[in-house]
């Protein structure tokens, strides 16, 4: 578990450290702001594309030498960027980083499947909860840090040495399959390579939508239409049954829908509050950034607990709970206003983060005691499209909600319910969901096969 979550950072830190040397980037290469943003989008596209039909292959492939191969090609394409002569190669190497992580994002919940007892596996997820909000916001900073000291080069190089350190920690300690039932990486066949042209061409679109709208409002709504278009035709194929099938499960659709809505409050923190702090405060990002630190303190606090107590009393309960105090600390927003000060902001962040930290590794405890036995991989490839989708989302909706009511303290306020609403209609998803205590789940994969 300890080498999955020193991966999981690495992997959540590859979007929040490449952010802050973009400025660096263009000016090295020449290119304007808009370009150096697909630095973020060549990473995040196939990370989204990838991640369902991934999850799918995981399931017949051997967990521990996918691990192994997906950070080996992380390590790689790392090196690569890091030296990349020409902008059109570092963004070659962003689109294999994206791919790879893809696939251990794929992986991380077999491992966690392979490696834990039912009964023990809140808290697995909370460890994993508390690594990726570290590795997403913590360490942002050290990107910025690292670019202005070294240059942009060592935001990349710099994870090389760790992922060498996990790669050969996961061979030595990532459980193998007993008895293998065929090749260690299988070739995936037709049926899933026509998947990833399917769903990769649909994700892509729907994310590229959501990039140019409003300002290109119809090149987005072509884009919509035909992500709609490719996903529909995808759930006709006979090959997607199994998939349509696990998610109609009222135990394991009904959080993962929590779970979509739930990744959209990042509005908030990414587009909302600093648009508030900005114009309406006249304050610069470090008022957000000194807040933040409440939002994590309180959440790494929070989340061992979350797992804790998702482990005796069921997750589900446990994630109602959270989403419910997630919506009262999103009611809270609402006073602020001009007069706002440092500590009137601190101290609803942390409520924020402590709500939040009750949620989220709940969720994903709710979702994997729902997966049937041998179907990790694919509920990880799900959980992983639909978090990134709601991380996309989230601060569409939160801009829309902000120019719909003309911004100021009107518009933090629109903002504010509408991620409310969110967090609202996630409850009613987890209220509407069979209880499925962990330790209760059937079928198990353990180092010694499957149980």
């Given at each position: 578990m300890v080498t999955s979550a020193l991966a999981t950072l690495v992997v959540a830190s590859e979007l929040s450290m490449a952010a802050l040397a973009l400025p660096l980037i263009a000016d090295r290469f020449g290119v304007d702001g808009g370009a150096a943003a697909w630095v973020l989008l060549a990473y995040q596209l196939p990370l989204a594309a990838l991640a369902l039909p991934a999850g799918r292959w995981v399931d017949r492939a051997d967990v521990r030498v996918v691990f192994t191969v997906s950070l080996a090609g992380i390590a790689a394409a790392s090196v690569l960027a890091a030296a990349a002569p020409v902008f059109?190669?570092?963004?070659?190497?962003?689109?294999?980083?994206?791919?790879?992580?893809?696939?251990?994002?794929?992986?991380?919940?077999?491992?966690?499947?392979?490696?834990?007892?039912?009964?023990?596996?809140?808290?697995?997820?909370?460890?994993?909860?508390?690594?990726?909000?570290?590795?997403?916001?913590?360490?942002?900073?050290?990107g910025g840090w690292l670019a202005e000291a070294l240059g942009w080069r060592a935001v990349f190089a710099v994870k090389?040495?760790?992922?060498?350190?996990?790669?050969?920690?996961?061979?030595?300690?990532?459980?193998?399959?007993?008895?293998?039932?065929?090749?260690?990486?299988?070739?995936?066949?037709?049926?899933?390579?026509?998947?990833?042209?399917?769903?990769?061409?649909?994700?892509?679109?729907?994310?590229?939508?959501v990039e140019q709208y409003p300002r290109r409002w119809s090149i987005?709504?072509?884009?919509?239409?035909?992500?709609?278009?490719?996903?529909?035709?995808?759930?006709?194929?006979?090959?997607?049954?199994?998939?349509?099938?696990?998610?109609?499960?009222r135990p394991f659709g009904l959080p993962v829908l929590a779970l979509l809505l739930s990744a959209q409050i990042i509005g908030l923190?990414?587009?909302?509050?600093?648009?508030?702090?900005?114009?309406?405060?006249?304050?610069?990002?470090?008022?957000?950034?000194?807040?933040?630190?409440?939002?994590?303190?309180?959440?790494?606090?929070?989340?061992?607990?979350?797992?804790?107590?998702?482990?005796?009393?069921?997750?589900v309960p446990i994630a109602a709970t959270g989403a419910a105090l997630t919506t009262a600390a999103m009611a809270t927003m609402l006073t602020l206003d001009a007069g706002t000060g440092a500590a009137d902001l601190a101290w609803r962040m942390g409520v924020l983060g402590a709500a939040m930290s009750l949620l989220n590794s709940p969720i994903m405890t709710a979702i994997?005691?729902?997966?049937?036995?041998?179907?990790?991989?694919?509920?990880?490839?799900?959980?992983?499209?639909?978090?990134?989708?709601?991380?996309?989302?989230?601060?569409?909706?939160?801009?829309?909600?902000?120019?719909?009511?003309?911004?100021?303290?009107?518009?933090l306020r629109a903002g504010v319910v509408a991620m409310a609403a969110l967090?609202?209609?996630?409850?009613?998803?987890?209220?509407?969901?069979?209880?499925?205590?962990?330790?209760?789940?059937?079928?198990?994969?353990?180092?010694?096969?499957?149980?």
């Amino acid at each position: 578990m300890v080498t999955s979550a020193l991966a999981t950072l690495v992997v959540a830190s590859e979007l929040s450290m490449a952010a802050l040397a973009l400025p660096l980037i263009a000016d090295r290469f020449g290119v304007d702001g808009g370009a150096a943003a697909w630095v973020l989008l060549a990473y995040q596209l196939p990370l989204a594309a990838l991640a369902l039909p991934a999850g799918r292959w995981v399931d017949r492939a051997d967990v521990r030498v996918v691990f192994t191969v997906s950070l080996a090609g992380i390590a790689a394409a790392s090196v690569l960027a890091a030296a990349a002569p020409v902008f059109a190669v570092l963004l070659v190497a962003r689109v294999l980083q994206g791919a790879a992580s893809a696939l251990y994002l794929g992986v991380y919940l077999p491992v966690v499947t392979a490696a834990v007892r039912p009964d023990q596996r809140g808290r697995a997820m909370s460890y994993h909860a508390t690594i990726m909000m570290v590795g997403s916001v913590a360490v942002a900073p050290l990107g910025g840090w690292l670019a202005e000291a070294l240059g942009w080069r060592a935001v990349f190089a710099v994870k090389v040495p760790l992922l060498v350190l996990v790669i050969a920690l996961g061979m030595a300690t990532v459980p193998a399959p007993a008895r293998p039932a065929g090749r260690a990486l299988p070739w995936p066949g037709r049926a899933l390579l026509a998947e990833v042209a399917l769903v990769g061409t649909a994700v892509t679109a729907a994310l590229l939508a959501v990039e140019q709208y409003p300002r290109r409002w119809s090149i987005a709504v072509a884009l919509t239409l035909a992500a709609v278009v490719l996903a529909a035709w995808w759930t006709r194929r006979p090959a997607t049954a199994p998939v349509l099938a696990l998610a109609r499960r009222r135990p394991f659709g009904l959080p993962v829908l929590a779970l979509l809505l739930s990744a959209q409050i990042i509005g908030l923190i990414t587009f909302t509050l600093p648009f508030f702090i900005s114009q309406v405060l006249h304050r610069g990002p470090a008022l957000l950034g000194t807040a933040m630190v409440f939002f994590v303190a309180t959440g790494a606090v929070v989340t061992p607990l979350a797992g804790l107590l998702a482990d005796r009393y069921g997750p589900v309960p446990i994630a109602a709970t959270g989403a419910a105090l997630t919506t009262a600390a999103m009611a809270t927003m609402l006073t602020l206003d001009a007069g706002t000060g440092a500590a009137d902001l601190a101290w609803r962040m942390g409520v924020l983060g402590a709500a939040m930290s009750l949620l989220n590794s709940p969720i994903m405890t709710a979702i994997l005691a729902a997966t049937p036995a041998g179907r990790e991989g694919t509920a990880g490839g799900v959980t992983n499209l639909a978090r990134t989708l709601g991380t996309t989302l989230g601060p569409a909706v939160a801009a829309l909600a902000w120019t719909t009511a003309g911004g100021g303290t009107a518009g933090l306020r629109a903002g504010v319910v509408a991620m409310a609403a969110l967090a609202a209609t996630g409850l009613a998803a987890l209220l509407a969901t069979p209880r499925h205590r962990t330790g209760h789940r059937t079928g198990h994969r353990t180092g010694t096969g499957v149980h």
